[in-house]
Nanobody
Framework: QLQIVESGGGSVQPGGSLRLSCTDS???????????IGWFRQAPGKEREVVSS????????IYADSVEGRFTISRDDAKDTVYLQMNSLRAEDTGTYYC??????????????????WGQGTQVNVSS
């Protein structure tokens, strides 16, 4: 099965940038390129929310209003990796960021449908 690994989290000051990466651990026969990918985050005391997502083809992307214009999602199927470039970070972007894979292939992650696979998460802290 797919084993998702996130990386790139860390601590940054407001206005700074981070790039998160989502890849798979190399399970034979499973590749991220077979799935649509979503980046979710969960802040302390809050529910998990979808931040951005990309279709299997890479042609369609969706962003939460709160990150539109600041975050960019992309995928490099040759490297079997999905990136989330986060610029102009704010304190409210703090949280644990999770990568999820959906076999629907659609950019839209229906909240009624559980993604097929989740990563363990990477922590992002934005503070001065």
């Amino acid at each position: 099965q797919l084993q998702i690994v996130e990386s790139g989290g860390g601590s940054v000051q407001p206005g700074g940038s981070l790039r998160l990466s989502c890849t798979d651990s190399g399970s034979p026969g499973f590749r991220l390129s077979y799935y649509s990918i979503g980046w979710f985050r969960q802040a302390p005391g809050k529910e998990r929310e979808v931040v951005s997502s990309i279709s299997r083809s890479g042609f369609d992307t969706i962003y939460a209003d709160s990150v539109e214009g600041r975050f960019t999602i992309s995928r490099d199927d040759a490297k079997d990796t999905v990136y989330l470039q986060m610029n102009s970070l704010r304190a409210e972007d703090t949280g644990t960021y999770y990568c999820a894979a959906s076999s629907t292939g659609l950019a839209y992650f229906d909240p009624r449908i559980e993604p097929d696979y989740w990563g363990q998460g990477t922590q992002v802290n934005v503070s001065s």
